[in-house]
Structures are given as structure tokens and as C-alpha cells.
């Protein structure tokens, strides 16, 4: 049997309509590497329409060996935590009493909470100097999809010249990171030495080569991606050849959503199972 002339047609203008529309799709021009990394720290350098979202979680942290799991508020002025456990073991009632006096004290201490607060913001200062500097840092190409993500390949740029010390650590960085590219965020980065680092020719230290980091992260809220684990595995020397370690993973789950204008005293109530009147 043959095919109708009108169903010939209508066959070849669909298929003359799909391949212009994806040669259309093709035609659109897609950022370079480079640039979509620059757009994603820019990103997280400005995520100023999601500040004000806060959570409680629990955080599993092991650190050289030393592993706790401890609550997690946070606030508008920085977090407060509550140990829960150590090596697997929940605290004593007179280690818990500890603790609770040590929260209620914070919770109530301006000048600790401003100490904790300049704290902060110097972690926060040196993590932003970390992002600027990896647009840099390194080559990049792209390598695969996932989703609606978007693999990117990373290599040191041998034309970069390190303003820091964190600078000629990524200097010696190789990796790789998912990217989302419809919002231009980070979902995960994954970086290892290729080299060795030497500080001060080696006479103030140095990172063995193989060292190695990642991070994972999730969005937790339109819009607004947490970190969710971390990893961490390096070795090297310090001055006058002290071994050191950094052997350090933290898991962070249990995100519960809270309000936006916590305080440190609500945070105190909330970690220690007390009402939150303000909440009402």
C-alpha cells in the first residue's frame, strides 16, 4: 500500500520542522568553560536573594581520628552547636549538664558572641578569596552531562601567578566539578595534588603530593545550595618538621527550615528543648 501524497507532506515538514528546531539548539551559543565558571563564583559570591534562609541540622564530623555528631542552629549572627556525641558515644548527664551551660552562657555573652561573630567573618573573608582565585587558577573543559548537570574538568593554569598561600595550593590542584547549568551553581567541586606544595622553599612546610578534597552540596530551598559533606585527606610537614594531618569528613543531614530572624537565644532554646515564645 502506498502513502497518501497529504501524509507525505505533513511527514516531511515535521521532520523539516525538527531538524530546524534543533538546528536552532545547536546554533545557540554555548558559554566556554571559562565563562560558566566565572558565572558560578560570581553565584556563590552573591547569593544575596537566599541570605536570609537559615537551618538546623545534624553534623557528623571526624577529625584526625576524633569523630562527633553535634546539632546545628543557625542564626542571623552565626550558629550555634550542641554536642551530642563522641566516638559514637551519647555524653554523660554531667557532660550534657556541661554543655548546656556553655550554650545558655554563650547564648547570653555579647562579648562572645561578637568574638564568634569576627570569627565568621574572617572564615567567610578568606573562603570568598578562595573562590576568586580558581577562575584563575586553572584550564578548564567540559566533560560530560548529567541531568541537568554539567561536568567541568580542571587543570592548574601554568600562567597564573599565586597571590597566597591557598593560591599556590590550587596552583598544584587537578580535578573536577558539577555545575548546574540552568542556575549556575556549584553541586560539587573534587580537587587532588599532582605536586607537591612547598612553603618558603620547603623550610616552612609542605603538602604531600596525592592530597586530596571534596565537597558536595544540595539545594536545600529554591535557590539556596548548603553544603551537605565534605572531605578532606592531606599530609605533609609543618616548621621544624612537625608532622601534620588533616584528616577530616563532615556529613550534614537532618535539615529542618527555621526562621529567618533567629537569635542566639532562640537557638539556645531550640538546641536545649525549650519553647520558642517568639516564635508565636
Excluded at 554523660?92 to 547564648?107: H, P
Excluded at 551553581?185 to 603530593?209: C, M, P, W, Y
Excluded at 610537614?237 to 612537625?242: E, S
Amino acid at each position: 500500500m502506498t502513502t497518501p501524497p497529504s501524509r507525505l507532506m505533513l511527514a516531511a515538514i515535521s521532520f523539516l520542522a525538527l531538524s530546524a528546531a534543533l538546528a536552532e539548539t545547536r546554533s545557540e551559543p554555548q558559554l566556554s568553560p571559562s565563562d560558566l565558571v566565572k558565572a558560578v563564583i560570581y553565584n556563590e559570591l552573591h547569593p544575596s536573594s537566599r541570605s536570609d534562609i537559615h537551618w538546623k541540622y545534624r553534623l557528623e564530623k571526624q577529625l584526625d581520628g576524633q569523630q562527633e555528631t553535634k546539632e546545628v542552629v543557625e542564626t542571623k549572627s552565626g550558629s550555634l552547636e550542641k554536642l551530642l556525641s563522641v566516638s559514637g558515644k551519647p555524653l554523660t548527664d554531667a557532660q550534657q549538664r556541661v554543655e548546656a551551660e556553655r550554650i545558655l552562657k554563650f547564648s547570653h555573652n555579647a562579648d562572645e558572641q561578637k568574638k564568634a561573630e569576627q570569627a565568621r567573618r574572617k572564615d567567610a573573608a578568606q573562603c570568598d578569596a578562595f573562590l576568586k582565585i580558581i577562575p584563575d587558577a586553572f584550564v578548564f573543559h567540559y566533560d560530560g552531562e548529567e541531568g541537568n548537570l554539567v561536568r567541568v574538568m580542571f587543570k592548574p593554569n601554568p600562567q597564573f601567578r599565586a597571590p597566597s598561600r591557598e593560591g599556590r595550593v590550587l596552583q598544584q590542584m587537578a580535578g573536577d566539578m558539577w555545575i548546574d547549568a540552568a542556575q549556575k551553581r556549584l553541586a560539587s567541586i573534587d580537587g587532588q595534588l599532582t605536586n607537591e606544595v612547598k612553603f618558603g622553599g620547603g623550610l616552612l612546610g609542605h603538602l604531600e603530593k596525592g592530597g586530596r578534597f571534596s565537597v558536595k552540596r544540595a539545594e536545600l530551598a529554591a535557590g539556596d545550595w548548603e553544603t551537605i559533606e565534605i572531605d578532606v585527606n592531606m599530609r605533609g610537614k609543618a616548621l621544624l618538621l612537625k608532622s601534620i594531618s588533616v584528616q577530616q569528613k563532615e556529613l550534614h543531614t537532618n535539615f529542618e527550615r527555621l526562621p529567618s530572624d533567629l537569635t542566639f537565644a532562640d537557638a539556645a532554646n531550640l538546641l536545649l528543648k525549650q519553647p520558642l515564645v517568639a516564635w508565636r
